[in-house]
């Protein structure tokens, strides 16, 4: 069932959201505010999250704050890669997430931690074993990142590609799994104490292979997305409609983000959209498409449960 929530993916990176239209992301922070808003109309106690941030910067979070915008929000989330792509050391994570809590004054969800294989499959197996024991009992969520490789042929979603050397290439060697199915020594030292964060592009044939292996691996919590850009595409509900039906046995914290071309102020999905309240309308779908339902059907289930006492 969807359990969560949250409102874009890495707003304060330039690889998703465009700050050089909305400098001070009063922009950002106005469509955050009105989807809150949109949702706590349907399900008042559905969590919603701001996240995640990237790079973990307090200062962004007091922007945020000054604008109210925390005060539409039930936790922060936070995404840190120390040992790829973060100019901090993996022993800092308890430092880093008390910075946010300090400011936010809100749970802090670690929304995506991981390591890459790109140098040798033994950092991963160190990162994993040692973020486990510095977050286990520092946030009450915390998403590994990722269960799968991304596919050599596909391409990663950052702002100049290939020109960024090695930190581009990192983006595809950070699963547990290699894009080849096999698993990497990692694999049999995770904890599903745990979540996994994995994105399904649209139309994405691991899917299925990526639900069994969670299976296997006794995954309760996992963090995907619904694409807004996506759900524009022709055919976009019935493979949404797929996804979330495969996902139903998870606790799930839907992320929402991106962007279609055509609903920009630029023809990018990093773009704030032309009417703010688009991506309030299209977080009201969605949870009147996915979350509504489920919450009828438990309803229905407690009723029946009671009469038959």
Known sequence: MIEAIKLWNEPNNLSHWDFEIDPKWRQFAAM??????????????????????????????????????????????????????????????PAKIGEIEEVAQLPVWVAEVGVSTFGADEVQVFGLQRTLELLRNWSERVYWYSLLDLPPSWGATTRHKESEGSSYYRHFHMGLIRADGTPKPALQHFDPAFGICQ???????????????????????????????????????????????????????????????????????????????????????????????????????????????
């Open 32 to 93: 955050v505010q009105q989807s809150s808003e949109a949702i706590r109309r349907l399900v008042p106690d559905l969590p919603i999250v701001l996240g995640g941030i990237s790079p973990i910067d307090p200062n962004f979070i007091r922007l945020l704050r000054s604008y109210g915008t925390l005060e539409a929000v039930d936790a922060v989330a936070v995404h840190g890669f120390p040992l790829d792509w973060n100019h901090w050391k993996i022993d800092e994570w």
């Open 199 to 309: 994105w399904f592009h649209f139309g994405d044939n691991r899917l299925a292979f990526a639900v069994d292996w969670l299976r296997r691996l006794g995954i309760r919590r996992l963090r995907t997305g619904i694409s807004w850009a996506d759900w524009h595409r022709p055919g976009a509900v019935a493979w949404f409609d797929q996804q979330m039906e495969m996902l139903q046995d998870f606790d799930v914290t839907i992320t929402l983000c991106f962007t279609p071309p055509s609903r920009g102020q630029r023809a990018c999905h990093t773009s704030p959209p032309l009417d703010l309240g688009e991506f309030a309308e299209f977080a009201t779908q969605v949870v009147t498409r996915y979350v509504l339902p489920e919450r009828d059907h438990l309803a229905a289930g407690a009723i029946r449960h009671s009469s038959s006492k």
